[in-house]
Structure formats: C-alpha cells, structure tokens
C-alpha cells in the first residue's frame, strides 16, 4: 500500500505512520510527504525518516492549474494508492478528490459529525467541546470528499473530558489516540 500523507503542521500523526511502518505493523510505504507549510516540522519528521517531500502550495504555485498539476503529479509518479490527511490544513483540489475518490481519509480531533467543518481544527476544536460540556471527546477517521470533515467515518474512538480540562489538556489526550486509530485506519484499507 503506497502512501501519499499530507501535512501542514507537527507531523506527529505522521510520525505514527512512520513508526509502524518501521515496526511493520503497518504493511504500508510512505512514498511522499506533501505540505502546504513549508516549515512544517513534519517535513523534518519525514527527513529523518528518509521520506520524499514536497512543499505544494498556492504560494509556491500562483497559477491555480499549476498547483492542481503539481499535486496530481506527485500521486501519479509515486503511483499513490491512498492519500492520508495528517494535520493537512487545507482542501484538495476537487480534480484531486474525484480521482483518488474513495482513497482519501483525514484524522480529525473530534467525535465528528460534532465540532467539524470549515474552521474546525486544533484548538478551536477542544474549546468547542469544552464550552458545550460534553463528558466525552474523541477523534475520527473518515473518507474525505470536497467538503471540510465530511464524508463515511472509518473508526472513531473516545476520551473522556476530564473536570479542570484546559483545551490543551483534552488535546494531548485526544493527540494519543488520534496515533492509534490513524494506522488502524489505514491496516483496514490494506484488509
Ligand atoms: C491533530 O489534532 C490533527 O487531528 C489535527 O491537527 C493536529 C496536529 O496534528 N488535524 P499533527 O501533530 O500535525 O499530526
């Protein structure tokens, strides 16, 4: 199973990848690491790891085709067979979307369809849940189609909210499981 991972931050969804790849609980191969953030420390994860990386954004490519082409580009060299969100801040192409439909998932901090949607991510997110006083959070693995945090979900996995939470503190928790589900994720498309 070859893997395209898009990332715009930390990385440390895809340092998951990476590490169970490297124990071999995950039968899968990073081909290519793809950011729109050109400083994400994600691409220092990759680097270490010995990854290929690419720096795709609207700012590198100011011509919207150019940016569709570089993207697809890099999918079709690699001959990618599903594209994995990691912290990727951004909506692909719908040209993106349409060709890979059905081979795309995301990891979203949330127990979606609850708190998700465009503009729902990182912290946002856990003060969302902490302001509505739910007893339960969680993160989810869904199919992605051309609209922010929808589509099938894949797992979904709780966490209790804890009294005296910050969002910082529900964050770290939800970040644990988030690097659990995400490879189990990606195993069930290999099965
Ligand atoms: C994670 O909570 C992820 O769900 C969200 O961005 C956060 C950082 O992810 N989309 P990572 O550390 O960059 O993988």
Known sequence: MK?????????TNLQ???DTCAKGTLKAEIKAVISNNSK?????????AGLETFHI??????????????LMDVLEEFEIDLVVLAGYMKLLP???????????????????P?????????????EAVLQSGDKFS???VHMVDDKYD??????????????????????????EVEHQILPQAVSLFIK
């Open 3 to 11: 893997l395209a991972v898009f990332i715009s931050g930390g990385g």
């Open 16 to 18: 998951a990848l990476i």
């Open 40 to 48: 994400a420390y994600g691409l220092d994860r990759a680097r270490q």
């Open 57 to 70: 954004s609207r700012i590198v490519y100011s011509d919207e085709e150019d940016y569709q082409n570089a």
């Open 94 to 112: 719908s040209v993106v979307v349409k060709k890979y439909y059905g081979r795309i998932i995301n990891i979203h901090p949330a127990l979606l």
């Open 114 to 126: 609850k708190y998700g949607g465009k503009g729902m991510y990182g912290m946002k997110v856990h």
């Open 138 to 140: 969680g993160a989810t």
């Open 150 to 175: 929808q589509g099938p979900i894949l797992i979904q996995r709780r966490v209790p909210v804890q009294n005296g939470d910050t969002p910082e503190t529900l964050a770290a928790r939800v970040l």
